[in-house]
């Protein structure tokens, strides 16, 4: 007969709820998600969301394999050593095998007055306290978006597409993801729909209050609503738990995504680091580490070794508000190029991803394992890096050593 094996996966966004999917391969695995929401969330939607424009939530019946058992719940500790998980609800959750799926939040703002007065949008419930305070803020109102990444440039064009006032604050550069080019275009559309953006050396936020925000250079600007996209973090579960992590809180593993620790705990997502070189924060990389952690696992129960991470990085993708967008082409290695699709085509592209992306987790649902990133759009290089790191390790320690060895004519005293 047959041994069932219990896998519990801690986390139920992309990445989790595809690693969860991909469990279902095997009729002996049992698949328990923990999640402290009864709905996914779609968090690439969050900005529309505080816009009006989407509800970005999901019933998980529709993205869900109907074998695997939802838990809405939230984890508190994981003991690894008697492998169970404890849960906010004061029950606990044995396992065979864990998949830390977490993924990442908001983070804690370390700008005075940030935490005090500045919105976060990083979690649906975040996104929708924004929305429903903007909803009693008259449109003609000052709002300001601290941070000039995808979701601070999404959120920004959002506001600004629906009649708000809105400046945006980048920092030192507008999108540093993006290619000069994709940045020009970038820029000229959020000066189309009148964002006042913000942005080199003086353009840091130093301070918030109620009513305004300070930069680095001296300016004060008055700012009714403002909203902090300025960076993410994760939560410190595994920390809290004993688990080794990375200085961002992340839990580091190996290239097959298992913990340094234990070969029972394998992560996924944003709050995965392997190697201790992460890979972007970004459904992208989700949706690729949830199904490695669960092939992962199912090497592991067929005692087979599991195979190294190879992921397609191949684009961002950034929505200007609902008439125009930007597919920013990169290389396989994540770093963009000058090739982009902007505007209404951008726009049209970006929809049908984030639409193809719930299709996706849907079809893994039914079949399980079926779609994968062929071969010839994955990342080669990284693991040239990585014997390079390596290997430069090993020279130094040898410098090291050959440094601390005495000479002949000191061993022989």
């Known amino acids: 007969m047959t041994e069932n094996t219990d896998v519990v996966v801690i986390g ?20 328990t998600l923990i999640n402290p929401r009864p709905s996914f969330v779609e968090r690439i939607r969050l900005h529309q969301l505080v816009g009006g424009s989407h509800n970005a939530a999901v019933d998980y019946r529709d993205v869900l394999a109907e074998g695997v058992d939802l838990v809405v719940d939230t984890v508190t500790r994981i003991d690894a050593a008697g492998r169970r998980v404890t849960l906010a609800t004061g029950g606990t959750v044995g396992y065979d095998y864990l998949i830390y799926a977490v993924g990442s939040g908001s983070a804690d703002p370390r700008v005075p007055g940030a935490a005090e007065f500045a919105y976060p949008i990083a979690a649906f419930e975040e996104a929708r306290r924004l929305r429903a305070v903007l909803d009693t803020t008259p449109v003609t109102a000052a709002v ?109 593993t190996d290239e097959t995504l298992t913990s340094v620790d234990d070969v029972r705990v394998v992560a996924a997502g944003d709050a995965a680091a392997p190697s201790d070189l992460p890979f972007r924060m970004s459904c992208q990389a989700a949706v690729q580490l949830g199904p490695h952690a669960a092939d992962t696992v199912l090497s592991r129960i067929a005692g087979e070794p599991p195979a190294p991470l190879a992921l397609a990085l191949i684009a961002q993708c950034v929505s200007l508000g609902r008439q125009a967008g930007i597919f920013q082409m990169a290389h396989r290695n994540d770093v963009a190029m000058g ?60 410098t090291v050593g050959d440094r601390g060895r005495p000479s002949r004519s000191e061993s022989g005293r």
């Open 144 to 252: 300001t978006v601290v941070g000039g990444g995808p979701t601070g440039i999404e959120t920004a064009a959002e506001l600004a597409e629906i009649g708000r006032a809105v400046t945006l604050v980048c920092g030192e550069v507008l999108g540093p993801y993006l290619h000069p080019r994709g940045r020009r275009s970038v820029a000229r559309r959020l000066a189309e729909l009148g964002v006042t953006v913000l942005d080199g050396p003086g353009a840091t936020v130093t301070a918030v209050t109620g009513d305004a925000v300070r930069l680095g250079d001296g300016r004060e600007l008055p700012s009714e609503v403002t909203i902090w996209t300025a960076g993410f973090g994760v939560p410190d579960l595994a920390a809290r738990s004993g688990l080794s992590t990375d200085a961002l809180g992340r839990l580091r």
């Open 12 to 31: 139920g966004g992309y990445a989790g709820v595809m690693a969860a999917n991909r469990l279902t391969r095997r009729d002996d695995v049992t698949v």
């Open 339 to 398: 090739l982009y699709l902007g505007g209404r085509p951008g726009a049209k592209l970006k929809e049908f991803i984030c639409k193809g992306i719930l299709w996706q987790l849907a079809y893994q649902a039914r079949r399980p394992g079926s779609l994968d990133f062929p071969a010839w759009a994955k990342d080669g290089r990284r693991r040239r890096l990585l014997r390079t790191e390596a290997s430069d390790v090993d020279t130094r320690l040898k």
